[in-house]
Structure formats: structure tokens, C-alpha cells
């Protein structure tokens, strides 16, 4: 049923491409993001879990 479906759609073989190249540009974004990030904003971030003022401490 679906397949019958699939293939009368028109151009469908360039959905795949399009899925792969918004993955992958994504993915890259993400990359230069993370290797751009100062230094102190992630050892800011990597402290985030251990610090003892959080309001879920106080419950």
C-alpha cells in the first residue's frame, strides 16, 4: 500500500537527498558551535550540576 503510494509521488528520490544534506549541515553547525565555544563558558556549564545553591536542594 505505501510503496504504491511512494511511487506516485513525483521527484520522491530527492527527498532522501534532501533529508541527508539538512542532517548533515546540521551536524556541521553543531561541530564549528561546539570547537567555537570559550573556554569558560564550558567549564561555566560543566559546574552547572554541582552547585550546592540550585533550588532542588533546598526541597
Keep these: 500500500m505505501f510503496s504504491q503510494i511512494l511511487s506516485h509521488i513525483a521527484e520522491i528520490e530527492l527527498f532522501p537527498i ?3 544534506v539538512i542532517f548533515f549541515t546540521f551536524f556541521i553547525g553543531v561541530i564549528i558551535w561546539t ?5 569558560n563558558v ?6 552547572l550540576p554541582l552547585e550546592p545553591d540550585s ?4 526541597l
Design 35 to 39: 570547537v567555537r565555544l570559550d573556554n
Design 18 to 20: 534532501i533529508g541527508l
Design 42 to 47: 564550558v567549564d561555566h556549564m560543566k559546574e
Design 55 to 58: 533550588p532542588e536542594d533546598s
